[in-house]
């Protein structure tokens, strides 16, 4: 693809949280080089809207993790995506996208491709690692899977699902190696003080369940190491507002922490190890090059019900694209205070699983660094054309 069109054709995308935000804005990107009167608009975030995305609903409508959370906002959640799918239905755009957030965007996707219109999905679920039973439900909901890792790309082949494996936008945009010095001058820590980026995750539903558990390993790796400082990105005012008064409620305000919004890699950059959620912040901590220990917490019946249905016997990203466990992870009850911390202690201070991560997490940014923009526009430019 080298000659922009003036072709202006209708683009419907919904993306539910931060990181589907970001995948969408690197997807619009690259189609606005080769459509640049594309006109874009369904749900999404500030990262789409800075590519000129009509955000007709905000994403934070979306952004409800876990069986009991889901259950409880399910009325509205049904009600927007049917409303959503009639107006598309009404002027029915060239192609629909789905960015992630497959319960929500599988059912749309399913309605809108039985009426005609063409579907693609950007992200598959973790089919991988558990339900591969809804390869059928998305046969019949997508025309088209943009998969992120490499060895997605067999499962939908395999299942007579069109599919093309675009690399992870991350891996394009992080740099190799990151200007660890630069990235503390911008928060203003010294080069010599051992600083731990804390990532609790950008849904308000997970700060609500894990971020006690980091606060209070955060105070005790500040009684271990009095020096040790801690960088917490948060991905927006709300999540910033709801962490304060979660460190205020636990007695954490002696704790040296330089909050920052909407900059995760600033953090990831300056950091000499990480505490996050298991989420897509793991794959960026990787990218980073950044010793971790991964966590998640839950509500204790979505746990139950979803903790004998995976395949694999890990879940953060580093760990399934390297298929080990190369980090530590710490899961519901397991991750408690102490354990957390005294894991932290062993990434910050360990040189020899230093050395070791920073060539694991190298070779694994390579294979990902596929220019994801440039081939998901390419896989997805035939549908706004024709």
């Given amino acids: 693809m080298t000659v922009a069109t003036t072709v202006s054709p209708q683009l419907a995308m919904i993306a539910g949280e931060a990181s589907g935000d970001q995948l969408?804005?690197?997807?619009?990107?690259?189609?606005?080089?080769?459509?640049?009167?594309?006109?874009?608009?369904?749900?999404?975030?500030?990262?789409?809207?800075?590519?000129?995305?009509?955000?007709?609903?905000?994403m934070e409508k979306l952004a409800v993790n876990g069986y009991a959370e889901v259950l409880r906002h399910l009325p509205a959640l049904l009600w927007l995506r049917h409303r959503?799918?009639?107006?598309?239905?009404?002027?029915?755009?060239?192609?629909?996208?789905?960015?992630?957030?497959?319960?929500?965007?599988?059912?749309?996707?399913?309605?809108?491709?039985?009426?005609?219109?063409?579907?693609?999905?950007?992200?598959s679920p973790s089919i991988w690692a558990w339900r591969r039973e809804r390869l059928q439900k998305i046969k019949r909901a997508v025309d088209h899977m943009l998969v992120l890792f490499p060895f997605e790309e067999a499962i939908y082949q395999q299942a007579g699902i069109p599919v093309t494996y675009v690399g992870h936008p991350f891996a394009d945009a992080i740099p190799l190696q990151a200007d660890h010095s630069l990235a503390r001058q911008k928060i203003g820590v010294a080069d010599k003080t051992p600083l731990l980026a804390v990532l609790p995750g950008s849904r308000l539903s997970e700060l609500h369940y894990i971020a006690a558990a980091f606060i209070a390993a955060m105070q005790r790796l500040?009684?271990?190491?009095?020096?040790?400082?801690?960088?917490?990105?948060?991905?927006?005012?709300?999540?910033?507002?709801?962490?304060?008064?979660?460190?205020?409620?636990?007695?954490?305000?002696?704790?040296?922490?330089?909050?920052?919004?909407?900059?995760?890699?600033?953090?990831?950059?300056?950091?000499?190890?990480?505490?996050?959620?298991?989420?897509?912040?793991?794959?960026?901590?990787?990218?980073?090059?950044?010793p971790m220990v991964i966590a998640y917490k839950m509500a204790p019946l979505t746990y139950r019900l979803m903790r004998n249905k995976g395949y694999l016997p890990y879940i953060g990203l580093p760990n399934i694209l390297c298929q080990e466990f190369v980090v530590p992870e710490f899961i519901q009850d397991a991750a408690t205070p102490e354990a957390l911390a005294q894991a932290v202690l062993f990434q910050l201070e360990d040189a020899n699983n230093r050395a070791q991560l920073q060539q694991r997490f190298t070779e694994l940014h390579v294979r990902l660094r596929q220019g994801t923009a440039e081939r998901a526009s390419a896989a997805l430019l035939p549908y706004l054309t024709s």
């Fill in 24 to 58: 969408a804005a690197a997807l619009l990107q690259g189609l606005k080089q080769y459509l640049p009167a594309l006109s874009a608009y369904g749900i999404g975030g500030a990262a789409m809207c800075a590519q000129g995305f009509d955000a007709r609903w905000p």
């Fill in 222 to 290: 500040h009684r271990l190491r009095p020096q040790l400082e801690f960088v917490v990105p948060m991905a927006g005012p709300l999540q910033m507002q709801q962490w304060r008064r979660l460190v205020e409620q636990g007695g954490a305000r002696d704790l040296r922490i330089h909050l920052l919004e909407r900059d995760s890699h600033t953090a990831l950059a300056a950091a000499d190890a990480t505490l996050v959620a298991s989420g897509t912040a793991t794959l960026e901590a990787a990218l980073f090059k950044q």
């Fill in 84 to 123: 959503f799918g009639t107006q598309l239905l009404r002027q029915p755009p060239q192609l629909f996208v789905g960015v992630d957030a497959p319960d929500f965007n599988f059912g749309l996707e399913a309605r809108l491709k039985w009426h005609g219109i063409r579907t693609a999905h950007f992200v």
